[in-house]
């Protein structure tokens, strides 16, 4: 069985989608989801990953600068992403986040949670 | 891949060393911040407000930067550095606080440190043999005739080995001498004649080749040697092939049967080779000849005790058997390294208890500084306090400051530890030396590092046991610095003094046991006199006649140099041989007490005495006259003259076998102490022309002495050149001063009562530094009182008597338990004492008054402070 409470990784971080309410936050234990996703495509620094993530969901998800930094320091810290320092298209220096093999491995475990928590909310939703 | 925590652990350790990380961190929300106002300007704000907007939405960086701050601290070793580094820099800030702290612990651990280490491999650690535990040394012992100790009668040791059952094996050995010849340089060679059994009792191998077999060593089978490995690697270069190669020894030749591995020596340091000798029943003379030493390995199982009684046994069996030989003789069983280490043992120990007394004052000390220091910063605590710092985090800063010092210490104390550890070599007893080496291993890093961690905790939590946090808010108010912990401090100072005491009494007691030792006349003349040894070959028959020409032909050269005032031969010089004895026969006094049955004899030429100083108290000096063809002749000394009352030049000896001819006592010469500088002159002895000598023997002599004007060392290659000139396959060893000879009797000493002083100093100045510490703060902390009394007419005289008073109550108290202890544990120091008492009273009353001189010398300052106080700023400080 899945626990919808689990907090997961222990990250209490939240990203709250929109600016307009309440009914846009996110559940708990999902931002560091979405960054192992958007690494996977490729190394990136802090501004990029909440960009790529806004762009992809249409502006549904938008991530809170106050947790997207303390998310990817505890990452850090636990393995799954380590960091560079790097230039910029723009000829800055940016710290860039890539993923490791825990972080891959997370990724594919937590994309396999996130699914099936889905499902069975979505079954739970068209049964009712 | 690695684990998680060791992850966490690198990236925190890195963010913890390196500067850079805030800094990171801060850049990494800037460039965020930068794109984010960079998109806004793209919409066409202008760059203030796109700015603006973006801080808007950023939302408070500062948190997200301190969120992600406290992520990457560990928030105990955060805090501890943070501690440390506020130690390191408030000690900085006071450094002769530091320093003396530092210095005074280092001097403690250090010195008790390195005398532990030497205790470790001398007394602790076993011998470096094979279960040397179960090994043993059998001695003879004539205890009526004043001889604890007495080497060994082939015949018994014979003896012995047939009847003794409490012995895996017992062998038997006896120094001499080799000269080695045939190849480069002549050398005298320190060697032994071992039984062929004396390896596999020991319980070492040779490392090349075997040991002994057992027909070798019977009479006609003894061409057989063992080299040491230092000889081997010296003279032959290690060459594996020289087993079965013959070297020659004493003019003979020797098969090598084996080489001793590295590091073995037995019974000396200067052993460096040994032959086999075979004693049997059949084979063995006389029981009157007593040479031998006996070494056995006790049968596992069977006690000290019981080897013991088993000798009585049989020793009393043979005194009766061999009535003439053995009358009076028994047996004593001492366990090896008992026998070893002797006299060393009570040594070591006073110097380690000396040494640990330093520790405990200097402890002492440092708790003290820490407590006046504690209270002097009680405002900076007390404020600290007010602005909410934990009370465990101000006792963990302390704590921390305390660890950093005795650190410190520790540190400087285990260098300390390693330069002495070197120079106390000279402590280590003979039959050791060489064998064991005292280094400092990682045990007694830990003793130290601990013990000065250990007291740094204890210094660092003292001063906040001083002080109560209640006392500390009211501190704050400028109040309150009455102090609570005066009389802990006074305990303190207290404990010190007495602790001084004991040290400087023991260290008088010794110090004037080696100034009696350096005023005892040994009976000579030692200054300008160079010494050399030639052991001479004891092959040929021509031998006696050869050896006397060798020594007129040395003699006359020697004469000939130009500084040389008189020089002679003799069997051994005074320290350098402890036997040498001979059956005496008076014939005036046919009845003689049993000490005086044995006397030294020794074959001299006729300047020898003259030479190293002797006095002629009666008759005439042995001369050239005295030769072959005369009547024979001896002088005596004056411990013989004694048991004949007056007359005695004229009369008549007998040197051992009832068959040799009378000897006519010509002249009488004042004692020598032959056995060592703290023996009296207890035994007679006999000094006779070699010129008379009728046999090639052990008596013929074989150490010169030379008296020069000028200094002996630069006569050294000179005589070496007139030996070789005559023989120059003649070997020639210890040159050295006769003073070096005597004053090879005290070196241990010396060195114990150099320590004993250096200790003794830092104690007695560390006490002063505890009275004046403790006095200063008795005056600072009334100085509002005083200046009250002042302004209301008190006598300043008064005060400081008052003062003074109290001083003197702690100073008594101290010297009282100081003095007390020393006399219930002076006893032990007994052993270890010349010419002096243990309880001797000018020796305590000395240190008692040095102690007290010191104490008010430092107690003077802080008491002259008192008298000058002023009453205004006294007050005004109020």
Redesign the interface.
Same mark, same amino acid.
């Given at each position: 069985m899945l626990d919808m409470n689990d907090e997961g990784d222990g990250y209490s971080c939240q990203a709250s989608m929109g600016d307009e309410s309440r009914k846009g936050e996110l559940l708990q234990g999902t931002l560091p989801l979405l960054i192992l996703r958007t690494l996977d495509s490729g190394p990136s620094h802090g501004f990029d990953i909440a960009r790529r993530i806004q762009q992809v969901s249409k502006s549904v998800l938008k991530v809170q600068q106050g947790s997207l930094y303390p998310a990817l320091h505890r990452m850090e810290l636990d393995g799954l992403i380590e960091s560079c320092w790097n230039t910029t298209e723009n000829n800055r220096q940016a710290k860039y986040y890539k993923l490791t093999r825990r972080g891959i491995r997370r990724l594919a475990a937590e994309t396999e949670r996130w699914q099936a928590i889905a499902a069975a909310i979505a079954a739970v939703l068209q049964e009712a | 891949?690695?684990p998680?925590w060791l /992850?966490?652990l690198r990236?925190?350790l890195r963010a913890l060393l390196s500067r850079e990380h805030d800094a990171?961190l801060r /850049?990494?929300?800037q460039?965020?911040l930068?794109?984010?106002a960079a998109e806004y300007v793209a919409r066409g704000m202008s760059a203030t407000d796109a700015r603006a907007r973006a801080h808007r939405? #950023?939302? /408070?960086a500062t948190?997200?930067q301190e969120?992600?701050h406290q992520? #990457?601290t560990m928030p105990l070793l955060d805090g501890v550095w943070r501690d440390l580094l506020y130690a390191l820099r408030s000690l900085v800030r006071g450094p002769s606080f530091a320093a003396l702290v530092s210095v005074t612990l280092a001097l403690g651990i250090g010195a008790s440190t390195a005398i532990f280490s030497l205790i470790d491999v001398v007394l602790i650690r076993p011998l470096p043999f094979p279960g040397a535990e179960q090994l043993a040394v059998v001695w003879e012992t004539a205890p009526r005739v004043g001889y604890p100790k007495v080497d060994v009668a082939p015949a018994n040791y014979v003896d012995w080995v047939q009847q003794s059952d409490v012995f895996d094996g017992l062998a038997a050995y006896s120094g001499n001498a080799f000269n080695l010849t045939g190849q480069g340089r002549p050398e005298r060679l320190d060697g032994v004649q071992v039984t062929p059994n004396l390896f596999s009792v020991i319980g070492v191998d040779p490392v090349l080749g075997r040991a002994f077999l057992s027909p070798e060593g019977t009479r006609g089978n003894r061409g057989f040697v063992i080299l040491s490995h230092g000889l081997w690697q010296r003279r032959f270069g290690g060459d594996v092939s020289i087993v079965g190669r013959a070297i020659l020894l004493n003019g003979e030749s020797h098969v090598v049967v084996g080489v001793m591995p590295k590091g073995f020596q037995f019974p000396r340091e200067e052993t460096q080779l040994w032959t086999p000798v075979a004693y049997s029943a059949a084979d063995t003379p006389t029981r009157n000849r007593r040479f031998l030493r006996v070494v056995g390995r006790l049968k596992v199982g069977r006690s000290w005790t019981q080897a013991q009684s088993e000798f009585d046994t049989i020793a009393t069996r043979l005194a009766a058997t061999y009535s003439e030989a053995n009358r009076g003789y028994e047996a004593t069983v001492v366990p090896l390294a008992e026998e070893f280490v002797g006299e060393a043992r009570a040594s070591l120990f006073l110097l380690e208890a000396a040494a640990l007394l330093v520790l405990v004052v200097a402890c002492g000390n440092v708790a003290g500084l820490f407590i006046t220091r504690a209270i002097r910063r009680r405002p900076e605590i007390a404020l600290r306090f007010a602005l909410g710092a934990s009370r465990g985090h101000i006792v963990r800063q302390l704590v921390i400051e305390g660890i950093a010092l005795s650190a410190t210490g520790g540190a400087i104390g285990v260098v300390v530890a390693l330069v002495t550890v070197d120079w106390l070599g000279t402590l280590i007893p003979p039959p050791l030396r060489g064998a064991v080496a005292p280094a400092l291993d990682w045990r007694m890093l830990v003793f130290a590092v601990t013990t000065s961690v250990l007291s740094g905790i204890v210094f660092g939590l003292a001063p906040q046991w001083a002080i109560s946090g209640s006392k500390l808010i009211r501190s704050l108010a400028g109040r309150g610095t009455q102090l609570p912990r005066e009389r802990v401090r006074a305990a303190l100072v207290t404990t010190q003094i007495a602790m001084a005491v004991i040290v400087v009494a023991a260290t008088g007691l010794l110090v004037r046991t080696l100034i009696n030792l350096q005023n005892v006349d040994p009976g000579f003349r030692t200054e300008n006199v160079l010494t050399a040894r030639m052991e001479v070959s004891s092959s040929g028959a021509s031998t006696l006649d050869r050896r006397k020409r060798f020594y007129a032909e040395v003699l006359d050269r020697i004469r000939q140099l130009p500084g040389v005032v008189s020089a002679g031969f003799t069997t051994f010089l005074p320290y350098t041989n402890f036997g040498g004895s001979i059956e005496l026969v008076l014939r005036e006094q046919p009845d003689l007490p049993d000490a005086a049955k044995f006397a030294y004899r020794r074959e001299v030429t006729p300047d020898y005495l003259t030479a190293i100083g002797v006095q002629l108290v009666a008759g005439r000096w042995l001369t050239e006259h005295d030769t072959l063809g005369q009547a024979p002749v001896a002088v005596v000394n004056e411990y013989i003259a004694s048991l004949l009352g007056s007359g005695v030049v004229g009369t008549q000896l007998k040197l051992g076998a009832p068959d040799t001819p009378w000897i006519t006592i010509v002249g009488v010469v004042a004692n020598i102490r032959e056995e060592g500088l703290e023996t009296p002159p207890q035994r007679g002895t006999v000094y006779t022309p070699v010129a008379q000598s009728q046999q090639a023997w052990y008596f013929n002599p074989r150490d010169l002495a030379v008296r020069v004007s000028g200094d002996p060392s630069h006569f050294a290659a000179a005589i070496e050149g007139v030996v070789w000139s005559i023989d120059k396959d003649q070997s020639v060893s210890n040159v050295r001063m006769l003073e070096a000879v005597v004053d090879g009797q005290i070196r241990a000493r010396k060195t114990q009562v150099t320590l004993l002083i250096v200790f003794a100093a830092v104690v007695v100045f560390l006490s002063a530094l505890g009275v004046y510490g403790l006095m200063s703060f008795v005056v600072t902390a009334r100085t509002q009182e005083f200046g009250v009394r002042i302004a209301l007419g008190a006598d300043r005289g008064r005060l400081a008597a008052f003062v003074a008073r109290q001083g003197l109550v702690w100073l008594a108290t101290g010297t009282a338990v100081g003095l007390t202890i020393t006399v219930l544990v002076s006893r032990g120091l007994e052993r270890l004492l010349y010419g002096v008492r243990p309880l001797d009273p000018a020796t305590l009353m000395s240190a008692t008054l040095l102690l007290c001189l010191v104490a008010s010398v430092a107690a003077l300052f802080p008491i002259y402070r008192a008298t000058c106080i002023d009453p205004l700023t006294a007050l005004r400080a109020e």
């Open positions: - | 891949m690695i998680i /992850n966490r990236l925190r990171e /850049n990494e929300l460039l965020h930068d794109l984010l939405e #950023f939302g /408070n948190r997200v969120t992600s992520l #990457f």
